[in-house]
């Protein structure tokens, strides 16, 4: 079964390091990968895609994300965390044959710390 | 540009009772999906609509669940009867990009929150 998995229920990270909140994709064919956010009562903001090309994305608000296909990971990444950082992450996964269908990840809640 | 209405933000209803839910999509989004997002999980799809067609509904609970978009352009989302495990957090989401296959970024809007006593 085609799938996404976030194996860090939460991340906490002091402002001013460097983040990571990790995302592994189990799939036969060619994924399109995606990473949202969602703070408290609102719904889920696009941060940014991984379709074709570049294996680094780079995204809003400072966010990038690595695609390595020989792991099965798109690894989201910011050089320099921020206290307004501090939201639910999630990775989510669109598979070849799959319509337009997004298979979420179960989220990694990312504390910033001052 | 203005991004995907929903409302109510928040209902809180009786177990048995019914519930309507409406989303309407960005402006030229053929697109639009309904998602339940249970707390502590992701949102999983419920019914994609292209236009005012059903693309796929195979997560609907069909025998309480129903869905409709009839112009192609807003949509509501019905329980009818609610039980408690419906408790959750509705999402609808548009794209702009119709058809199987499409790699467009699906774009949510605030999402309703669902209380079932």
């Known amino acids: 079964a085609q799938s996404v998995a976030q194996p860090e229920d939460q991340v906490n990270v002091a402002e001013g390091n460097p983040l990571t909140v990790k995302c592994t994709y189990s799939?036969?064919?060619?994924?399109?990968l995606f990473w949202y956010v969602q703070y408290p009562n609102r719904g889920l903001q696009f941060l940014l895609k991984?379709?074709?090309?570049?294996?680094l994305v780079k995204g809003s608000y400072g966010f990038e994300a690595e695609f390595n296909k020989s792991q099965t990971s798109f690894h989201l990444k910011k050089p320099s965390a921020l206290v307004s950082d501090s939201a639910l992450y999630f990775c989510a996964g669109l598979f070849t044959g799959g319509g337009n269908k997004l298979t979420f990840g179960t989220g990694t809640q990312l504390k910033v710390e001052l | 540009e203005a991004g995907v209405a929903q409302s109510p933000r928040y209902k809180i209803i009786e177990k048995r009772q019914s519930v309507a839910f409406w989303c309407n999509p960005i402006?030229?989004?053929?697109?639009l999906y309904w998602y339940q997002q249970i707390l502590g999980q992701g949102p999983k799809l419920l019914i994609q609509?292209?236009?005012?067609?059903?693309?796929?509904d195979s997560q609907l609970p069909k025998d309480r669940f129903s869905a409709e978009r009839l112009k192609g352009v807003d949509s509501t989302l019905k329980i009818q009867p609610a039980k408690l495990e419906d408790s959750a957090v509705y999402l609808c989401?548009?794209?702009?990009?119709?058809?199987?296959?499409?790699?467009?970024?699906?774009?949510f809007g605030p999402g309703t929150r669902l209380t079932v006593l």
């Open positions: 991984y379709i074709t090309g570049d294996n």
């Open positions: 609509f292209q236009n005012n067609g059903v693309v796929d």
């Open positions: 799939v036969s064919g060619n994924p399109y």
């Open positions: 989401a548009s794209s702009f990009l119709a058809g199987r296959g499409g790699t467009d970024t699906q774009y």
């Open positions: 402006s030229g989004h053929a697109t």
